[in-house]
């Protein structure tokens, strides 16, 4: 965006330049009398850099929902950088995911993934504890972690302790900010108590590959909501990931066959 020469005759002495490009100060070179500018470096790179992939796809659906229904508000609009507000848009660090069941290998790697995002990790289960090196904390109980999470992700496993662990109570200790991710098992969660919380407005959304019953009814509100993201237990099928399991089925084959099983279980 270039200004033009004369928006600065209301700045008498001082000119705070916060542009995400130097492309635009020149303008400020072509004022005929004097002024201090000053511009605001790597204040955007950095998180443009490491934010904007994730960013951009918790904001992706809610535009592609607006474009479908012919909202070009955002491209448009009478005020678009207001209207930005609309979309989830925020960075990533100094946010806190909560990790249900998070002490286990996949939880740990999700904090670990989370923390190269420069966000805090809170971690509630059996067996979670302070982490020596500051890599995670122990929250005390699971209202804490709820309290306290701008996101919480579920990877504690269904069993008669967890079924229906979040439900209209549990639910609404979280923020109304904050979002919530399954990717265990649906029943985890009380399925018609978090359609209510969505429909309400009580949490800012939820992203669930996994639901409860699986798949969805055709009639299922989680179709309908543009505040969750409903996928089909898809999160474990990439290609890489398939390859991956069949390699591991290869080299388990070849093991035994060479008299030195691996990966036993009942040994």
Not at 20 to 28: A, E, G, R
Not at 93 to 109: D, V, Y
Not at 208 to 214: G, K, L, N, T
Request: with cysteine.
């Amino acid at each position: 965006m270039t200004v033009q020469t004369d928006y600065y005759d209301c700045c008498p002495y001082i000119v705070q330049y916060t542009s995400n490009t130097h492309s635009d100060y020149p303008s400020l070179l072509s004022i005929h009398r004097p002024i201090h500018a000053q511009y605001t470096p790597n204040k955007w790179t950095d998180p443009f850099l490491s934010n904007q992939v994730l960013n951009f796809s918790c904001s992706m659906h809610l535009q592609i929902h607006a474009n479908a229904n012919g909202d070009q508000t955002l491209f448009h609009g009478s005020n678009p950088f207001k209207s930005f507000g609309q979309l989830a848009h925020f960075e990533l660090g100094g946010k806190t995911i909560g990790l249900i069941g998070g002490s286990g290998t996949i939880g740990l790697k999700t904090g670990k993934l989370a923390r190269a995002f420069g966000m805090n990790v809170l971690v509630w289960s059996r067996s979670a504890k302070d982490c020596g090196d500051g890599k995670y904390k122990a929250a005390s109980d699971l209202k804490e972690l709820l309290n306290n999470s701008d996101f919480v992700s579920i990877h504690c496993p269904l069993n008669a302790a967890t079924a229906g662990l979040l439900n209209k109570q549990t639910l609404g200790w979280m923020k109304p900010t904050a979002f919530l991710i399954n990717t265990a098992r649906g029943a985890v969660i009380d399925e018609d108590d978090l359609i209510a919380v969505l429909k309400n407005k009580t949490i800012a959304g939820a992203a669930m590959d996994v639901q409860h019953p699986e798949p969805p009814t055709v009639s299922s509100p989680l179709f309908e909501l543009n505040n969750v993201i409903v996928t089909p237990h898809i999160g474990w099928k990439r290609v890489e990931t398939r390859q991956r399991l069949v390699n591991a089925v290869a080299e388990n084959v070849r093991a035994f066959l060479a008299g030195a099983p691996v990966n036993v279980v009942n040994s």
